[in-house]
């Protein structure tokens, strides 16, 4: 009896590769599951691609709500950029495409579970840790299993009449609705500028001279209007993606430390993501006090650190899911950024929930603050460091 292997299945060129390895060496039929989380494909031709290369069933699952609520609003609760750079926009798919792939091998009765990662990225860990959270099935992994190079796949594509789409021959791309990236070819050398049509979300030529503007309302640290219209989550994000695109707002380049070790060159097409966060974490400082946002901070990192490196299954981030979620409460108010030729910076925020007290912080002759109650604190605030450097200098003219 031919067994039955499930893949998570993008119609790019390894997981097409993967099929034909499936269907060749393991004598596999070959079911096939694409999780839509906004990766703006044409479904019909991923499954016709699909059909064209033998597999017995396809699956078409659309996750953008669920990705948009269930993984990205928590991801800007937690500010989460890895490195100070990264929106996670992969690290938050991969969980959720393989609980889904887990699925569908449950209702199919599979043998195998497979996917299309290398062995030098992140991926691998992603899925293979959620799957094996979910099943006790053996996972395969061709490219990886194989030591395949991108050369030896595109040769085995055309050996097998493999279309694959012109974009893909020069550069690696992963895309869904929090960010795309871009990976490969002339990128591989950290020194060379990104070529101009590596990007399509992001504008790059003939910006505006005038500054545009977003406002974002958040209930609860989660974004909920954006210029003054209420949209559900998906809405939200590929509006903010569209506007801040076109603005030149989004684009991250830079040096990245993956799971495996190896130190990579990462670009990253990251619009809505970049302004989401920052107008987040701009609120956060204004209602939370000072010591709130400090330990906060490292939560976030622990958190991003946890998603990052695959591990969304970890008691440990469900804990910290619990402390983030009752840090929110208060996080509610509207943010205004200002966007001009790819710089963006917050120009104004307001909330009911702010510690901000105008009459307090003032210079202004209305100040309620007693300015003379500042230099018993000053005295006794830096009473340990004066009293150290004291010392110190005593000890330095005796020797």
Not at 115 to 140: A, E, M, Y
Not at 182 to 188: A, D, K, T, W
Not at 237 to 243: D, M, P
Request: hydrophobic letters at 35%; proline letters at 3%; a positive charge.
């Amino acid at each position: 009896m031919t067994q039955k292997g499930i893949l998570a299945f993008s119609g790019g060129l390894d997981t097409s590769v993967v099929v034909k390895y499936l269907q060749e060496e393991h004598d596999m039929d070959v079911i096939t599951v694409t999780v839509d989380v906004g990766q703006g494909d044409d479904h019909k031709k991923i499954s016709a691609k699909a059909k064209k290369l033998g597999v017995i069933k396809h699956y078409n699952i659309d996750a953008k709500k669920e990705f948009a609520e269930k993984f990205i609003f928590p991801s800007i609760k937690a500010n989460a950029l890895y490195q100070k750079k990264y929106c996670l926009a992969t690290a938050l798919a991969r969980p959720l495409i393989a609980e889904k792939v887990l699925e569908i091998a449950k209702k199919e009765k599979v043998s195998a579970l497979a996917h299309g990662c290398s062995g030098k990225g992140n991926d691998q860990v992603r899925f293979d840790i959620t799957l094996r959270s979910g099943s006790d099935l053996p996972i395969i992994a061709p490219i990886r299993d194989k030591n395949l190079d991108r050369e030896t796949e595109l040769k085995f594509a055309d050996k097998h009449g493999i279309q694959i789409d012109t974009v893909a021959k020069k550069f690696s791309i992963d895309q869904n609705l929090w960010g795309r990236a871009i990976e490969g070819g002339v990128l591989e050398n950290p020194y060379s500028e990104p070529p101009d049509d590596a990007f399509i979300w992001v504008k790059t030529k003939n910006l505006s001279d005038k500054a545009s503007y977003l406002e974002i309302k958040f209930e609860k640290g989660i974004p909920v209007e954006v210029d003054g219209k209420k949209l559900d989550a998906v809405k939200i994000i590929e509006y903010i993606n569209k506007k801040a695109g076109n603005a030149g707002v989004g684009i991250v380049d830079h040096i990245e430390d993956r799971v495996v070790g190896i130190k990579s060159r990462e670009v990253y097409e990251t619009p809505a993501a970049t302004c989401l966060i920052e107008a987040h974490q701009d609120l956060e400082k204004m209602v939370h006090t000072k010591h709130q946002n400090k330990f906060k901070s490292l939560i976030d990192d622990e958190w991003t650190y946890l998603v990052y490196s695959g591990l969304w299954q970890d008691p440990l981030k469900n804990d910290l899911d619990g402390f983030i979620e009752t840090s929110q409460r208060n996080v509610s108010g509207t943010v205004k950024l200002k966007m001009l030729k790819g710089s963006i910076r917050v120009v104004g925020r307001k909330s009911a929930n702010s510690l901000y007290n105008q009459e307090i912080a003032t210079y202004g002759t209305e100040s309620t603050f007693d300015q003379r109650l500042a230099k018993g604190f000053v005295e006794l605030w830096g009473m340990q460091s004066t009293e150290a450097n004291k010392l110190q200098k005593k000890r330095s003219t005796k020797t």
